[in-house]
């Protein structure tokens, strides 16, 4: 649904975004994940044909992004939520969205409809007629969530739907995205929050600049966080310690601890075990460590040694 082929964006001498490819299907929720000044916005800005790219290809369901013609029907499928939400603070909810309604030319019984269904889904229907300039922070995130639905879009891109907003504010923003998720839309989104990124996200991209990792929350936890058993001996015999050593593995032995750096140490901890035992050896206890998102962006966006 949504493609890029080594995009790439220059401000001048800045490279905002450098060769970004990825792919995102229809129905998946992607997260698009980095620090401050990652290029995540840029990257957005770019798929929503708000900005012009430097370089590269992107399309969204097949349009191409850069080509004017495609650029009416890309604007078409898309929903875009804005990091600065920009809402006229002057009008009313349901005059907001009235006016994007329009500029979308959604014909007037659909508007309403839509505005109506948008509404009650986000609990604002209430407030339809309320000016949003006295709306909390959250009421206008959501607010704006109903905006980019005005016109019933299959693709939704989101830049950190979720920042500044208070825990029970983001949560509802979250249960919404699911809610969009379920009904079949296509989600980016971007944010810094690695929860959020772990709960929501079928997929998840890390950025810095250029793209470090590309795959699902369990992927990147396995492959990249990098995990590890350790095995806990009463004593460690030198029989134990040879066993050990015909597996080949890359471990670390403090005292009468082994850490064993594995790829998949549910898979592997049970021969390992077994080798021990084997060889007489009396295990106290064994863990698998690490393993997290956080461990895992931590390792990329600080551009750690990648295997
Ligand atoms: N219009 C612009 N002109 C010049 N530099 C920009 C512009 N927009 C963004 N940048 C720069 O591009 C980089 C990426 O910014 P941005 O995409 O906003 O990152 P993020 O959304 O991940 O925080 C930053 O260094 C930012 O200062
Ligand atoms: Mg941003």
Known sequence: MIDAENLTKKFGNLTAVDNLTLHVDEGEIFGLLGPNGAGKTTTVRMLCCLISKTEGKASIAGYDVGNEADALKIRKLIGFVPDNVGL????????????????????????????????????LWEKKDVMVGTFSKGMKQKLALARALIHDPPVLFLDEPTANLDPEASKTVRDFILELKKQKRTIFLNTHNLDEARRLCDKIGILNTSLRALGSPQELENNVGGRATVIQLEQLTDAVQEALRNLRLDMTIIENRVTIRLANPEKENSAILDAVFRAGGRVQS?????????DAYLKLVRKEAIE
């Open 88 to 123: 006229y603070e002057a009008l009313s909810a349901n005059d907001n969205l009235d006016f994007y309604g329009k500029l979308y030319d959604v014909p007037d019984a659909k508007r309403k409809e839509n505005i109506e269904r948008v509404l009650k889904m986000l609990d």
């Open 286 to 294: 064994t863990a698998i460590v690490g393993s997290t998102l956080e």
